[in-house]
């Protein structure tokens, strides 16, 4: 059923002969498929970002709403905010600074803090973020109608089922999980 709809570009990609064909394997790289639908989505939205004049990766882009939100801040609060790591955050904000988005500047109380704030040029690319965001919801809803199904909703219900109980939960409910002889 979901062929039918698909636009014949897709339908040829999805036709192709592939590595993981039986279902045991395509079930149990369900993490893979997540991966490659994330990738294709950040590639195919670089794309867009380039046509809206929008300067930064894709994968900057909370960071960027983050600040323009919140104002300045150091790397440990947006880290914080965003549930990201400290160090993807400050790769972030280096890439932000390279591109003259956001400028670091001391804390005037604590010397030994630093917090980022956006430059003239960061206005601007969070300016045209917020237009973008307010497409890319109707886009989404798009998707959404097409595969028949609230992917935002899913994948939230997903991490908080992933949450609630873990992958190695899951495997010790189901199996016996041990570590195997050395």
Do not use: W
């Amino acid at each position: 059923m979901l062929r039918n709809i698909l636009p014949n570009d897709i339908r040829i990609v999805m036709e192709q002969p592939q590595f993981y064909d039986s279902d045991t394997i395509k079930k149990a790289y369900t993490a893979k498929k997540l991966l490659d639908l994330a990738y294709l989505i950040l590639d195919q939205v670089s794309t867009v970002y380039t046509q809206k004049g929008m300067i930064f990766p894709v994968i900057c882009s909370s960071t960027l709403l983050f600040l323009s939100k919140r104002k300045p801040a150091s790397v440990t609060e947006i880290a914080r905010a965003l549930e990201h790591p400290h160090q993807t955050v400050a790769q972030h904000l280096k890439t932000l600074d390279k591109l003259g988005i956001v400028q670091k500047r001391p804390d005037k109380t604590d010397k030994r803090r630093s917090e980022y704030h956006l430059t003239e040029v960061g206005k601007v690319q969070a300016q045209r973020l917020d237009e973008y965001n307010l497409q890319a919801a109707d886009v989404f809803k798009s998707l959404d109608e097409d595969i028949g199904a609230d992917l935002g909703k899913m994948l939230d219900t997903s991490i908080a089922a992933l949450a609630a109980h873990t992958m190695e939960d899951r495997f010790k409910k189901l199996f016996s999980l041990h570590r195997p002889h050395q």
